[in-house]
């Protein structure tokens, strides 16, 4: 069977922990890319044939096309050691997934696309109207992440799991969006144990 196709803009974190995912487990992926900058998802041909929604990544295996990057992680994952055999650790493994894409993404996210790709002086009005707030739950995002971090090396169980790889791809480059993570010692040093995993790929 060909390697799984994922379409991606590669400035993306959200692509970027599907390639992780794919990384650890061994698993090879080819890309297809896009710039998100230049409408490149908004085309009617990709709109017709990758994903109606418009969005990266998606993640194509055979003809069939998986958007939405933490169910393309899971797609990979299944059966693996990144998805606990823990029924409980197994719940508690999305509960952080969901809390990247409800809490984390949408903040720290937000602010890195807006203040390094978009520029600041180019964000609309109603844009920098949301800054303030999307600072403010980003680092409330992130002090949760270190206080969790505090007592333990993973955010589940004993090991990594796919939390830990949704929650790595926007938290290391945090920074680029204006949050200082010095400031968050138990993340840092998290952010180190997962750079050391065998197989670890960097962003592009």
Same mark, same amino acid.
Request: net charge negative.
């Given at each position: 069977? #060909?390697?799984?196709?994922?379409?991606?803009?590669?400035?993306?974190?959200?692509?970027?922990?599907?390639?992780?995912?794919?990384?650890?487990?061994?698993?090879?992926?080819?890309?297809?890319?896009?710039?998100?900058?230049?409408?490149?998802?908004?085309?009617?041909?990709?709109?017709?044939?990758?994903?109606?929604?418009?969005?990266?990544?998606?993640?194509?295996?055979?003809?069939?096309?998986?958007?939405?990057?933490?169910?393309?992680?899971?797609?990979?994952?299944?059966?693996?050691?990144?998805?606990?055999?823990?029924?409980?650790?197994?719940?508690?493994?999305?509960?952080?997934?969901?809390?990247?894409?409800?809490?984390?993404?949408?903040?720290?996210?937000?602010?890195?696309?807006?203040?390094?790709?978009?520029?600041?002086?180019?964000?609309?009005?109603?844009?920098?109207?949301?800054?303030?707030?999307?600072?403010?739950?980003?680092?409330? #995002?992130?002090?949760?992440?270190?206080?969790?971090?505090?007592?333990?090396?993973?955010?589940?169980?004993?090991?990594?799991?796919?939390?830990?790889?949704?929650?790595?791809?926007?938290?290391?480059?945090?920074?680029?969006?204006?949050?200082?993570?010095?400031?968050?010692?138990?993340?840092?040093?998290?952010?180190?144990?997962?750079?050391?995993?065998?197989?670890?790929?960097?962003?592009?």
């Amino acid at each position: 069977m #060909a390697d799984p196709i994922l379409h991606e803009d590669p400035r993306s974190g959200n692509c970027y922990k599907i390639k992780l995912t794919a990384a650890l487990l061994g698993i090879g992926i080819e890309a297809s890319q896009y710039d998100i900058l230049a409408g490149e998802t908004r085309t009617p041909e990709f709109l017709a044939t990758v994903n109606a929604n418009g969005r990266i990544p998606v993640l194509q295996i055979g003809e069939r096309f998986l958007p939405e990057s933490n169910a393309a992680c899971w797609y990979l994952a299944e059966g693996s050691a990144l998805v606990p055999r823990d029924r409980f650790d197994r719940a508690d493994m999305l509960r952080w997934m969901f809390f990247e894409q409800y809490s984390h993404e949408p903040n720290i996210a937000t602010l890195r696309f807006w203040l390094r790709f978009v520029g600041e002086a180019n964000l609309s009005p109603q844009q920098k109207g949301q800054m303030m707030a999307k600072r403010i739950a980003g680092c409330e #995002a992130l002090a949760l992440m270190d206080r969790h971090l505090a007592s333990r090396e993973w955010f589940v169980g004993d090991g990594v799991t796919l939390a830990d790889i949704a929650l790595f791809a926007y938290t290391h480059v945090a920074e680029e969006g204006g949050f200082g993570l010095d400031d968050y010692p138990a993340v840092g040093a998290w952010l180190s144990r997962l750079r050391s995993l065998p197989r670890f790929v960097a962003m592009d």
